[in-house]
């Protein structure tokens, strides 16, 4: 909105004026100055409602006795601007216009109504609704929550079948033992991490655990020798694990995770349920600890993952993981000495919704 | 019930910036208290006769677990250690200090509570059925209702500055049980002639000095048109309410002034010119928050429980808190028990930090983390097994929430008076502490049935004397509190003002008088009349000669 | 005989215009004004709004309010009669 600081020009009619008296001059001018005598008297918000609501057009500019905590009030009913009283400072006007993001009232020519934001993305109305409802919960309470079916939500699991990979999967055993588990069979895993695959998805009774391999063609043409890690570690990431991710996951809207906040800096806001690009994205360990995470493996006797003695505790695929050293963080290991630190599943569709 | 989701947890927020804005506004000078007061109101906060008072919103009165903890904390870190129920289902701090207000919003908003809307001249908190969701003869569940109207409502740009302030009440059941008489607007649910939801509208009741009982403006407005109507009401109101004497701006002013007919076509032109279409409640939005309030995961029981049967024949006085305090849930085996705030000589609607933790416990071991505020300034645990009825029962005796009577005579609803509020003329609460004594006795309580006693220290009528069955209103007589009774007020469905039967009563004789009207009932009711039927049948003379009798004999 | 009393800002609490102009919470520390000093009081009080909320003067005898408002002052000065501020120490819940 407009802040004037010099006396307007023009018909100015106070905000005791009839309605009918200020239709007609509506009518005639193509721009109405509107004067409260008095912040109180709400009038001139009717008055500038009316006039919009039936189609007027011209200028409308507040006068007289407004303060700065009515700005919004003004905009919002169809003032295109405020005449500012002599001497008036016009920064408390600028903030307290500005003060709320979104409203509850439609206004014309404004998108910030709540309900079309909650209905334009949907998903995120559920998410937020959901970590209100269950972000403090149990990770398994949460999982129970999102696979409601009266949530009608497709959901698959994300695994890499990595060092803590079998918290996860326990508690979808526990919840949904024949919800699909998407595993990126790279061609470029530990031969430990496959054996694993098959020894806890045994051991877990899991039924739908899909080995989702790059494509062939895409692979000869792009890394026929296998090395382009050593080259272009991004795009053997983008071959190898986001584009046959995005195919695997192509029908599903609800992706579970075992991301953790504790994980890396990145992951320190992460929260239980995420929304963006049409996906809703569950977290159920993001508040887990390290702690909480090994005394789960333990008390539920859970098969390690073989690497996790010689000192690697966070795997993917052989190229691009080393052990880590006493001091270092988890996922140092992964892609060390480079600016990497996420192989892109998690980022694009994955981001946590704003 | 309810959750905020990121749009309403955002607006709370930046409510709070803006309110903290104001205050170092205030503090530096540069807004002046006339400017200020009526932005402090709008954020709940009155200057009282002693300190700040702050208005939490406890939006058509439902309350959980978890804010219930939040507000024993804010009683105990920022007040004295106790609130204050109201009429409107909100709730009262008494004394703290300006400074504090944006941290206690803060506390407030992390379990989605605030405190916009609960004074000034604005669209006030929506009440509603304190049984909404519970009674067996509702139509529907009012409070998704109250929600769309909460949200449409708050920090509206063109109603924040009408002419007096603006009540809303929604039931979903024939049964009135929230007063939508006595409201600006009060809507009713019905079916419409398709079968949908729609609601009859009630405009211009109101108390206060020039009391009023609503007159029907619209039969069935559809639910989807509900915003738009509304927005027809406030705005003819806005435009045409008087500004010129604060007693003569209420709704309930205009309409009786111009009529009812006369008032209608005003809103129904301006219904007309009005883009309906932004205001129509989006089919997917109104389906959103109705999915917050399907019924709890009640168990399947019998409809009686041996146990609670048991209990009831082995302990008379359980027997009786369970004939006054608890309620029939449409649920098989569960039941709707009412927690008394008013102990026999206690403030009416006072709750203490501790025992606001007790009814937090309660609700989340026995009632599905749930709690009603109610118009007659008691809380509720709305779902109750009835197995754990003397469970309940039992913790709420330690903690003198257990008072059986709900709805009964010493069940009291008082403002603050003049012990507390910089307009009242004459304190309530000691009066009704006189009567609460005077009526004490459990089995002449029961013995008199349902009666409604209201108390308001001045004649803006927070007390809502007009309606009780038994009114009392404070007056100043020359520096002196005198005490005005009426008979015969209801703010139900039958809703209508008391008759004012006499001259006002100084302090010590209220009670004795009131006794002498109720002792009167007893012996002229008929089998089985309430006390309301009777003064129906009869008018209100029996009951003015027994209230007269011995001051006149003395006078 | 009259004294100014008002609300403070910071805390709304119940205050009056005591010796060297100071603000004080108890009544018996207020100022007696006469009418001439009852208008310059109030005056200096209107011109702390940072402090003063409301300012206006009361009548008092001995101390005591005693104008057609003296009980609503009386409760002012002393506090509510009755409820749960009262007993609020004796619970023993300290804020």
Redesign the interface.
Known sequence: MQLLEQVQDGVRLSVSTPEEDVRAAATANDSLILEFEAFRDGRGFSLAAVLRGLGYRGRLIAAGKVLPDQARHLRRCGFDAVELSPGADPAPWRRMDQVFSAAYQPASGDDRLVWRQRHTNPDAALAARLNAQWGQAAAEDLLRAVLDPALERKAAVISSFGAEAAVLLHLISRVRPDLPVVFLETGQHFFQTLAYRRELTERLGLTDVRDIKPEAAALSKADPRGDLWRSAPDACCTIRKVQPLAQALAGFDTRITGRKRYQNSHRAALEPFEAADGVLTVNPLAAWSADQTETWLRDHQLPRHPLVEQGYPSIGCWPCTRAVETGENARDGRWAGQEKTECGIHERALAPAC | MYRYDEFDAALVRERIAEFSDQVDRRSSGALTEDEFKPLRLMNGVYLQLHAYMLRVAVPYGVISSRQMRRLAHVARTYDKGYGHFTTRTNIQFNWPALQDLPAILSDLAEVEMHAIQTSGNCIRNVTTDVFAGVAADEIEDPRPWCEIVRQWSTIHPEFSFLPRKFKIAIVGAPKDRAAVRTHDVGLQIVRGEDGQTAFRVFVGGGQGRLPHIAQEIAPAVPGQSLLAYLTAILRAYNLLGRRDNIHKARIKILVAAIGIDAFRDEVERQFAILRQEDLRIPDEELARIQAYFTPPPFADLPATSPAYDAARRLNPEFARFTRSNLREHKQAGYGAVIVSLKPIGGVPGDITAAQMDVVADLAARFSFHEVRASYEQNLVLPHVRLEDVHAVWSRLREAGLATANADLATDIIACPGLDYCSLANARSIPVAQALSHQLADAALLEKLGPVRINISGCINACGHHHVGHIGVLGVDRKGEEYYQITVGGSPDEQAALGEIVGRSLPAEEVAPAIARALDRYLEIRNDGELFIDTVRRLGADPFRTAIYELTDAAA | MKLLTA?R??????IYLGEADAAVEAIDAARILDADAAEAALTLAQSR??VF??PYLIEVEDRAPS??????ER??SV???????LD?AA?N?T?
Do not use: M, Q, W, Y
Request: hydrophobic share 25%.
């Open positions: 609300n800002l910071n805390d709304g609490r119940v709004p940072a909320v409301n104008g057609r408002d003296r009980l609503k409760i002012r506090g509510p009669t009755v409820g749960h501020s609020f619970r819940e804020p």
